[in-house]
């Protein structure tokens, strides 16, 4: 028989089998390499967890990090020692939390952030990528925009939580990443970040332009994670930030947690 490969195989059934065999290789490899961070899997009551890299669990790649940085390797299966500032409802795993102290800085649900490193993103030629527009030359408010400097800032119970003392910049995309805003007074005084994700520019009373932020409430923009340095943010202290505010659009205020009917 024309195209034969024996009396009962031929090139089409050697295709499909040469495809099938392809496909399982492609999945096998897909479901390595999305474990390389996050595994192995560790049981959230116990805190067991199976190190042994059977099967799914890839083998050790080097990544060469950007501007001296060094080098890393995964899976390195360092687990997450963090202690865990929440309360279980029951025993049994997959039970869920609830926050115990200030809810905001707990660390769970919407408010979860990562270790990422301590220092901060940069631009191509290896500068801080996030920086103050005091701090960044060559950059200024566009002309025709609203200059948020010196609004004032409020919370979502509607009460001024501070002024905008400056905002900070992305050198690589151009844009504004976050405010700047002065909160307190007297020894309470301190600068918080506000990402810009989490504003929206509104006109008050009076037709005065002002900065309003629904996830959190004017007096607990008292407890924004702080930055270590003045002028400079880290990977680390972004996820911090932005985990803070993400929080408070579940835990700002009790009645977020319950059901809407």
């Keep these: 028989m024309t195209g034969s490969l024996g009396g009962s195989l031929d090139v089409a059934q050697m295709v499909l089998y040469a495809f099938w065999l392809f496909f399982a290789g492609l999945l096998w490899y897909l479901r ?4 390389r961070e996050g595994y192995p899997l560790e049981e959230d009551a116990t805190g067991r967890y199976n190190k042994n890299p059977f099967l799914f669990i890839p083998p050790k790649k080097t990544f060469v990090l950007p501007h001296g940085q060094g080098s890393k390797q995964v899976p390195d299966f360092v687990r997450d020692t963090r202690p865990l500032s929440a309360r279980r409802f029951a025993k049994a795993p997959g039970s869920p939390v609830e926050p115990v102290g200030n809810p905001l800085l707990a660390g769970i649900g919407p408010g979860s952030w990562a270790e990422r490193a301590e220092t901060p993103d940069m631009t191509a030629h290896g500068d801080a990528r996030i ?52 909160v307190g007074s007297g020894d309470a005084a301190r600068t918080v970040l506000l990402p810009n994700n989490f504003v929206v520019i509104q006109t008050g009373r009076g037709n005065v332009r002002q900065l309003y932020v629904h996830a959190v409430t004017a007096a607990q923009f008292a407890d924004v994670p702080a930055t270590a340095h003045e002028g400079t943010v880290t990977l680390r202290e972004e996820d911090k930030i932005a985990a803070y505010y993400g929080a408070g659009l579940l835990y700002a205020v009790s009645d977020r947690q319950e059901p809407l009917l």
Excluded at 32 to 35: A, C, H, K, L, P
Excluded at 147 to 175: F, I, M, N, Q
């Design 32 to 35: 390595q390499e999305d474990r």
């Design 131 to 182: 920086v103050p527009l005091r701090h960044a030359d060559g950059f200024a408010i566009a002309e025709g925009q609203t200059d948020p400097r010196g609004l004032s800032v409020v919370g979502c119970d509607r009460k001024v939580a501070g002024t905008v003392s400056d905002v900070w910049v992305d050198r690589s995309e151009h844009l504004i990443r976050y405010y700047e805003v002065a």
